[in-house]
């Protein structure tokens, strides 16, 4: 079973920073691509950032050249560098993995339990 931890989240003004951790366990944490997704209330968790396990990224629109989302060098955790953030930024985010299962293209995914961001105006 493959656990996530997030760590990292809090309460910043406008403009300020946070960086959120997320450590897995096993080899399918680093031979898989780990993404960070954030969910409001009454709305879809949506994608925020991924990255392989070769290290290619890709982010959404609203965040793009604000957070930067990295990999330790074993693999082992993901983080989620988070700069000049924004009251609208404010969620839970979650840390995803999402694991190949088939040939066919199947896939799984484990969640971590989520770290809440709070960004005040």
């Known amino acids: 079973q493959v656990k996530l931890v997030e760590s990292g989240g809090g309460f910043v003004q406008a403009g300020g920073s946070l960086r959120l951790s997320c450590v897995g366990s096993?080899?399918?944490?680093?031979?898989?691509?780990v993404g960070w997704y954030r969910q409001t209330p009454g709305k879809q968790r949506e994608l925020v950032a991924a990255i392989t396990s070769g290290g290619s990224t890709n982010y959404a629109e609203s965040v793009k050249g604000r957070f930067t989302i990295s990999r330790d060098n074993d693999g082992s955790a993901v983080y989620l560098q988070m700069n000049s953030l924004k009251p609208e930024d404010t969620a839970v985010y979650y840390c995803n993995l999402r694991v190949a299962v088939n040939v066919e293209g199947a896939t799984f995914d484990h969640w971590g339990q989520g770290t809440q961001v709070s960004v005040s105006s």
């Open positions: 096993g080899r399918r944490f680093r031979s898989n691509t």
